[in-house]
């Protein structure tokens, strides 16, 4: 038996007034996933224990089957991982944003004008993450280079302990009331307004407001954690197991609990992600020795992100096409068993993650499995009346399945 998860990250949505008041998954021409529905185990599960911020950090540890409230540190240990950052048990880790703010206003009074400066390039991204390095690495922390906005702050020998506020959580607000607090802030506030004073006039800068890009004129930053430790995921499930994705976070978690990492060409973590490649990546290592597959597709999220529903459905379609690929190539093969779900939802309409539970579709080639659900839908997922409390032990109804 293979088994395979295909993770829509943020998938899951409110009703949009302009899909003819359906979320997105209602609005999504899902032919292959309404196929599975016929014969397939629908219900909801909560992905985010009570305490816990919704972040993909912990929501896709639990939808991996780790207990968050038994292994989780931070997000941006997780992602510092993955970039290849070796960290002592003595550092602490954020995630650094390279963000657009408003630029008239003194700095408390800017506003978050996107927490992804434009879906900036890696390229031109590495440039400023350098410019900050040389300018502010010093003895007590240092810069990292990720990929495109996403990257990394490590402070040696440091503390926890700050209030730290996601930047897609306050998109289109004013600055003032999130700026750092409680352990560090003074470090930290320094650190976004010297950022904004190097940024701003950087020569990348200039050239993306001339191309009428927005510019990555501030970094900001959240996420903070330790030196995290996972159980090796094939000692705790015995299978061999591997993970698909274009982020870091998600990569880290996979490496962390001693998983193959498959890179795919193509895959940027948004809606012009390399989508068959995902799929058909994940089809060949199952095809080839390994017993389980993490595909995740951040694409859902980025979407829900930007309030940008139209990307969001389109994404979700070509989601259904992943899935399409994966059955044609795994039923050639013999059994399998597929989880589809999200780790947590995106709302377009607040443009940020809730804690609400997400629908999942449980899927054996072996058996049916169906428990009434017509489609896989939130609202067809809340009628069956399938629950699963605690997001870690979802895995464990997709690995009962032989």
């Known amino acids: 038996m293979k088994y395979v998860v295909v993770l829509g990250d943020g998938m899951a949505d409110w009703k949009i007034p302009s899909l003819n008041n359906k979320t997105c998954l209602?609005?999504?021409?899902?032919?292959?996933?309404?196929?599975?529905?016929?014969?397939?185990?629908?219900?909801?599960?909560?992905?985010?224990?009570?305490?816990?911020?919704?972040?993909?950090?912990?929501?896709?540890?639990?939808?991996l089957g780790f207990n968050p409230q038994s292994f989780y540190t931070g997000r941006s240990p997780l992602e510092a991982v993955s970039m290849g950052i070796k960290l002592k048990n003595t550092d602490v880790t954020l995630r650094c944003n390279l963000v657009t703010l408003s630029e008239d206003e003194p700095y408390e009074k800017k506003v978050m004008l996107d927490y992804s400066a434009?879906?900036?390039?890696?390229?031109?991204?590495?440039?400023?993450?350098?410019?900050?390095?040389e300018n502010l690495d010093c003895k007590e922390y240092a810069f990292y280079a990720g990929v495109q906005y996403r990257h990394c702050l490590v402070l040696n020998n440091g503390a926890v302990g700050a209030e730290l506020t996601p930047p897609h959580d306050i998109s289109d607000k004013i600055i003032e009331n999130y700026l750092p607090k409680g352990v560090n802030s003074s470090i930290y506030e320094g650190l976004l307004k010297k950022s904004y004073e190097i940024l701003s006039s950087h020569p990348v800068n200039i050239k993306r407001v001339k191309e009428g890009k927005k510019p990555a004129n501030s970094i900001w930053l959240w996420g903070e954690g330790t030196k995290p430790a996972l159980a090796d995921f094939e000692k705790l499930r015995g299978l061999k197991g591997g993970i698909i994705s274009a982020v870091d976070l998600v990569k880290g978690i996979g490496l962390l609990a001693g998983m193959k990492i498959i890179e795919v060409d193509g895959a940027t973590g948004n809606y012009d992600t390399n989508f068959q490649g995902k799929a058909n990546a994940a089809a060949d290592e199952l095809l080839n020795g390994l017993d389980f597959v993490y595909v995740h597709m951040e694409a859902t999220d980025e979407c829900g992100h930007h309030g940008d529903f139209k990307n969001k459905v389109y994404s979700v379609e070509q989601i259904d096409g992943v899935v399409?690929?994966?059955?044609?190539?795994?039923?050639?093969?013999?059994?399998?068993?597929?989880?589809?779900?999200?780790?947590?939802?995106?709302?377009?309409?607040?443009?940020?993650?809730?804690?609400?539970?997400?629908?999942?579709?449980?899927?054996?080639?072996?058996?049916?499995?169906?428990?009434?659900?017509?489609?896989?839908?939130?609202?067809?997922?809340?009628?069956?009346?399938?629950?699963?409390a605690e997001g870690h032990l979802l895995i464990d109804k997709l690995f009962s399945i032989k």
């Open 324 to 388: 399409k690929t994966l059955i044609s190539r795994l039923s050639a093969a013999g059994d399998f068993a597929m989880l589809i779900c999200p780790d947590h939802p995106t709302p377009c309409e607040i443009k940020t993650h809730t804690s609400d539970p997400v629908p999942y579709l449980l899927y054996s080639s072996a058996k049916n499995l169906s428990n009434g659900a017509k489609r896989y839908t939130e609202d067809e997922a809340a009628k069956t009346g399938a629950h699963v």
């Open 118 to 133: 434009g879906e900036i390039t890696t390229d031109e991204a590495e440039e400023l993450i350098a410019c900050l390095k």
């Open 26 to 63: 209602e609005y999504a021409k899902t032919p292959t996933l309404d196929g599975l529905a016929e014969r397939a185990e629908i219900g909801l599960c909560k992905t985010v224990p009570e305490g816990f911020k919704p972040g993909s950090d912990v929501a896709n540890m639990s939808v």
